[in-house]
């Protein structure tokens, strides 16, 4: 059984950054894709960012790139959010995901609970 918990959220003024965490427990960290998603109020679920098993394939929504770092430490079986120049748009709850590397939330097998990012303008 795989589990998922992220933290790092929180309030932060625009051009703010923010590290976001996910600690996973389960077999087999290493081997898997994961994923950050985020949910903004009223609207559906978006991929954020991705990264394969090795750390060398990382594929980013349009909006993040150049703000926004996906890393892992597979040692710790912990994937990380690096987030930077922030903007009011990026406030959501934002989710780990486990298994993939692809934009379809389908994709994923295991989802943490979310933490909460709030950007003031």
């Known amino acids: 059984q795989v589990q998922l918990v992220e933290s790092g959220g929180g309030l932060v003024q625009a051009g703010g950054s923010l590290r976001l965490s996910c600690a996973a427990s389960g077999r087999g960290f290493s081997s898997y894709g994961m994923a950050w998603f985020r949910q903004a109020s009223g609207k559906e679920r978006e991929f954020v960012a991705g990264?394969?098993?090795?750390?060398?394939?990382?594929p980013y929504v349009d909006s993040v790139k150049g703000r926004f770092t996906i890393s892992r430490d597979n040692a710790k079986s912990t994937l990380y959010l690096q987030m930077n120049s922030l903007k009011p748009k990026d406030t959501a709850v934002y989710f780990c995901a486990w298994g993939s590397t692809s934009s379809w939330p389908g994709a994923y097998a295991y989802w943490g609970q979310g933490t909460r990012v709030t950007v003031s303008s």
């Open positions: 990264i394969n098993y090795s750390g060398d394939r990382t």
